[in-house]
């Protein structure tokens, strides 16, 4: 008698391959019937785990950005300085998006259905939010400290998010001549110089 997987595992090996194929071929040229075949299961699989393609292309979303996100900002709580946290902050998800490159591609295109997709629209906001969120804590605290220019939090903190997400966007969208790390960090230390009193 064969083994069930455990629901769980099969559900994160579910998004895996879903990950590969939407990087792959696209959101729109992938379909659940590649993903079952490559897990191993049927169609109707799929659907016990995620009501539609949409549903497990934003439940990817989810798991693996929320998990990043979450690891990035506890493991930057240790710096004392405001302008380090950010750094730090910065740092991090830079240097984990560049170990798992592939779900950097995939979250472009995510990101890039919000323009027109007001259910994927309404998850890049909530990401986006809680990035601004904790940028604008952060300086709020520098500035609280007398480190940082009393300029608008939230205003400095976009600032900071436009600028990483612009050189990954570029990168991926053209021959790029540059590191998209190297040119992140080079405009976020423009933008820290301007920020320090």
Do not use: W
């Amino acid at each position: 008698m064969t083994k069930r997987k455990n629901p769980e595992k099969r559900k994160q090996e579910i998004m895996e391959v879903a990950l590969t194929h939407f990087n792959r071929k696209g959101y729109y040229k992938t379909s659940l019937d590649d993903i079952a075949h490559e897990v191993g299961i049927t169609k109707p699989g799929i659907y016990y785990y995620f009501k539609s393609k949409k549903n497990l292309f934003i439940e990817l979303f989810r798991d693996k950005v929320d998990s990043y996100f979450e690891t990035v900002a506890r493991d930057t709580l240790s710096e004392e300085s405001a302008p380090l946290r950010i750094r730090r902050f910065t740092e991090k998800s830079e240097n984990l998006f560049q170990k798992n490159i592939d779900l950097l591609r995939y979250c472009i295109e995510f990101i890039s259905m919000g323009t027109r997709d007001e259910e994927i629209r309404q998850e890049v906001t909530a990401l986006y939010q809680k990035k601004i969120a904790v940028f604008s804590t952060i300086i709020e605290e520098g500035q609280a400290a007398g480190v940082l220019k009393e300029l608008d939090p939230d205003s400095m903190a976009r600032a900071l998010y436009f600028l990483s997400m612009g050189s990954f966007f570029i990168s991926f969208a053209t021959n790029a001549d540059f590191d998209p790390i190297g040119q992140s960090n080079v405009s976020l230390e423009v933008i820290f110089e301007g920020m320090k009193k």
